[in-house]
Antibody, heavy 125, light 107 residues
Framework: EVQLLESGGGLVQPGGSLRLSCAASGFTFSSYAMSWVRQAPGKGLEWVSA????????YYADSVKGRFTISRDNSKNTLYLQMNRLRAEDTAVYYC??????????????????WGQGTTVTVSS | AIQMTQSPSSLSASVGDRVTITCRAS??????LGWYQQKPGKAPKLLIY???SLQSGVPSRFSGSGSGTDFTLTISSLQPEDFATYYCLQDYIYPRTFGQGTKVEIK
């Protein structure tokens, strides 16, 4: 069974740091790009970051660029999100998701086809 | 970043109704768009990718259409389990961006 399991959430003070982990199983982890998506309490979904299968390419939302770092350890089948200089507005449930790829007529399509259950990050003094 | 605007933000419908949700991109995104369903307290679920391709296991009452800047998610006959919030996500360029969501409620 394909599965993603996030961990590492918790309560942290503004300006603090936290590292989230996402353990993957049931698929060849290194073959897939991965993403983080978050959802603030009572709000919609916000795309946060993505990383290629090799880890050589990374992408960030403007709201987290320079503060968050996405990485992966393919030997451990684990995705990470290092979050520094946290702000109250970073309070959210953080989901990791697998990026699937389908071949179209002229190019590839992408989608987040497997999601974890989420881990909660609360930034508050 | 590309802005994704969904409408309506919420709607009330009855079981059996045909429901249409739209998503507009601030610039052309070919057909690099997905639709997701989220129920309270749960992770989102992929319904449609590539604007119109049905994800495996998703009921055929869900369909997607559109290209360029305007996209539509249609539920042909609303079922009790379809009451949820729906989001579009552009997969054309990084940073990816979601629409603000459409909450489908029971009338």
């Amino acid at each position: 069974e394909v599965q993603l399991l996030e961990s590492g959430g918790g309560l942290v003070q503004p300006g603090g740091s936290l590292r989230l982990s996402c353990a993957a199983s049931g698929f060849t982890f290194s073959s897939y790009a991965m993403s983080w998506v978050r959802q603030a309490p009572g709000k919609g979904l916000e795309w946060v970051s993505a990383i290629s299968g090799s880890g050589g390419s990374t992408y960030y939302a403007d709201s987290v660029k320079g503060r968050f770092t996405i990485s992966r350890d393919n030997s451990k089948n684990t995705l990470y999100l290092q979050m520094n200089r946290l702000r109250a507005e970073d309070t959210a449930v953080y989901y990791c998701a697998k990026i699937e790829q389908w071949r179209g007529t002229h190019y590839y399509y992408y989608g987040l086809d497997v999601w974890g259950q989420g881990t909660t990050v609360t930034v508050s003094s | 970043a590309i802005q994704m605007t969904q409408s309506p933000s919420s709607l009330s419908a009855s079981v059996g109704d045909r429901v249409t949700i739209t998503c507009r991109a601030s610039q052309g995104i070919r057909n690099d768009l997905g639709w997701y369903q989220q129920k309270p307290g749960k992770a989102p679920k992929l319904l449609i990718y590539g604007a119109s391709s049905l994800q495996s296991g998703v009921p055929s009452r869900f369909s997607g259409s559109g290209s360029g800047t305007d996209f539509t998610l249609t539920i042909s006959s609303l079922q009790p389990e379809d009451f949820a919030t729906y989001y579009c996500l552009q997969d054309y360029i990084y940073p990816r961006t979601f629409g603000q969501g459409t909450k489908v409620e029971i009338k």
